[in-house]
C-alpha cells in the first residue's frame, strides 16, 4: 500500500514520452528562425511603404515663403562644382519666376586648379551657364568668405542679411543634405536673421526620396548623407579654423637643426 507522497511522486507511464519532454533548443532557435525570416519577407515585400521614412530625416522642411525669395544662394563645397543637382537649371527658373531676385555665390572651399589657372573660379563658370539662359552677369553676387567651411559661409550670409534686413534667401543644395545644412544654419546664424533662410533640397535626377533604394547611387546619397548629418550633430562647427599657412609660417614650424661640433 502506497502512501501520498510516494503517489506524488510517481511517474505517469500513459503519456507518451514525447509529451513528457521539455522542446529542445533546436526546436526554440528552428521557431527564432522561421518567424525572423517570415518578417525579413514581409518587409522585402513592402519596402515600398517603409524605405521611403528612412531617407526623410536627411530632408529639409520645405520653403514657406518661396514668392518672397529676393536672393538665391549657392555655393560650392569642392571650390570648383556649384552643390545641387541640376542647380543651374533651378536657379534659371527661379531668377525668372522672380524677375528682381538675384544670385549670392558664396565659395567655401578653394582649389588647386582655380588657383594654377587651370579653370576658372566657379562664379565666372556660374555666370557663363547662366548666359546661356538670359540671366545677365550683374545678376550674380560673389560674397566673400573667411575661412573654408560652411559654417563660415553661413556666418558670411549672416553679416550680409544684418546689412540687407529686407532680403529673403533661398538656399539651394542637395536634396539628401538639407538637414544637415539646415543644422548648420541654425548655429551659425543671428536668431532675427535665422528665419528669412529658407532650404530647397534638390533631388538628383536618377533618384528620390521615395525611390532611393532601387539604383545603387541612391543607396550611396543616403549613406552620405547620414554620415554628413551625424558628423554636423557631433561638431556643427569647425572647433578652430582652418588657416592656410605661408612660407615663412612653414620655416617657423621646422626646427633647426641642431649644431655639430667640431
Given at each position: 500500500?502506497?502512501?501520498?507522497?510516494?503517489?506524488?511522486?510517481?511517474?505517469?507511464?500513459?503519456?507518451?514520452?514525447?509529451?513528457?519532454?521539455?522542446?529542445?533548443?533546436?526546436?526554440?532557435?528552428?521557431?527564432?528562425?522561421?518567424?525572423?525570416?517570415?518578417?525579413?519577407?514581409?518587409?522585402?515585400?513592402?519596402?515600398?511603404?517603409?524605405?521611403?521614412?528612412?531617407?526623410?530625416?536627411?530632408?529639409?522642411?520645405?520653403?514657406?515663403?518661396?514668392?518672397?525669395?529676393?536672393?538665391?544662394?549657392?555655393?560650392?563645397?569642392?571650390?570648383?562644382?556649384?552643390?545641387?543637382?541640376?542647380?543651374?537649371?533651378?536657379?534659371?527658373?527661379?531668377?525668372?519666376?522672380?524677375?528682381?531676385?538675384?544670385?549670392?555665390?558664396?565659395?567655401?572651399?578653394?582649389?588647386?586648379l582655380v588657383e594654377i589657372g587651370v579653370i576658372p573660379p566657379p562664379?565666372?563658370?556660374?555666370?557663363?551657364?547662366?548666359?546661356?539662359?538670359?540671366?545677365?552677369?550683374?545678376?550674380?553676387?560673389?560674397?566673400?568668405?573667411?575661412?573654408?567651411?560652411?559654417?563660415?559661409?553661413?556666418?558670411?550670409?549672416?553679416?550680409?542679411?544684418?546689412?540687407?534686413?529686407?532680403?529673403?534667401?533661398?538656399?539651394?543644395?542637395?536634396?539628401?543634405?538639407?538637414?544637415?545644412?539646415?543644422?548648420?544654419?541654425?548655429?551659425?546664424?543671428?536668431?532675427?536673421?535665422?528665419?528669412?533662410?529658407?532650404?530647397?533640397?534638390?533631388?538628383?535626377?536618377?533618384?528620390?526620396?521615395?525611390?532611393?533604394?532601387?539604383?545603387?547611387?541612391?543607396?550611396?546619397?543616403?549613406?552620405?548623407?547620414?554620415?554628413?548629418?551625424?558628423?554636423?550633430?557631433?561638431?556643427?562647427?569647425?572647433?578652430?579654423?582652418?588657416?592656410?599657412?605661408?612660407?615663412?609660417?612653414?620655416?617657423?614650424?621646422?626646427?633647426?637643426?641642431?649644431?655639430?661640433?667640431?
Amino acid at each position: 500500500m502506497t502512501t501520498p507522497a510516494e503517489n506524488a511522486t510517481t511517474i505517469d507511464t500513459s503519456r507518451p514520452v514525447a509529451d513528457r519532454r521539455p522542446p529542445t533548443g533546436w526546436g526554440r532557435t528552428l521557431r527564432r528562425l522561421v518567424m525572423v525570416c517570415l518578417f525579413l519577407l514581409v518587409a522585402f515585400l513592402s519596402r515600398a511603404l517603409w524605405l521611403p521614412f528612412v531617407a526623410y530625416p536627411l530632408l529639409a522642411p520645405p520653403p514657406k515663403h518661396l514668392n518672397e525669395v529676393t536672393r538665391i544662394w549657392l555655393h560650392t563645397h569642392d571650390g570648383h562644382t556649384i552643390a545641387g543637382d541640376m542647380v543651374i537649371e533651378q536657379t534659371a527658373n527661379l531668377l525668372k519666376s522672380h524677375p528682381d531676385a538675384k544670385v549670392i555665390f558664396t565659395q567655401g572651399w578653394s582649389s588647386r586648379l582655380v588657383e594654377i589657372g587651370v579653370i576658372p573660379p566657379p562664379v565666372e563658370m556660374l555666370r557663363k551657364a547662366l548666359a546661356k539662359y538670359q540671366i545677365g552677369p550683374e545678376r550674380v553676387i560673389h560674397l566673400d568668405v573667411q575661412g573654408y567651411q560652411f559654417w563660415n559661409e553661413a556666418r558670411a550670409m549672416d553679416a550680409y542679411l544684418s546689412q540687407h534686413p529686407k532680403e529673403r534667401v533661398l538656399f539651394l543644395t542637395e536634396e539628401f543634405g538639407g538637414r544637415s545644412h539646415q543644422l548648420v544654419l541654425r548655429s551659425a546664424i543671428s536668431a532675427e536673421n535665422r528665419d528669412r533662410v529658407e532650404i530647397l533640397g534638390l533631388p538628383d535626377p536618377r533618384y528620390s526620396c521615395h525611390n532611393w533604394w532601387k539604383s545603387r547611387a541612391g543607396v550611396k546619397g543616403v549613406m552620405v548623407g547620414y554620415l554628413y548629418l551625424i558628423h554636423t550633430i557631433v561638431q556643427p562647427h569647425p572647433e578652430q579654423p582652418v588657416r592656410r599657412l605661408s612660407l615663412a609660417d612653414f620655416e617657423k614650424a621646422v626646427p633647426d637643426p641642431p649644431e655639430s661640433n667640431p
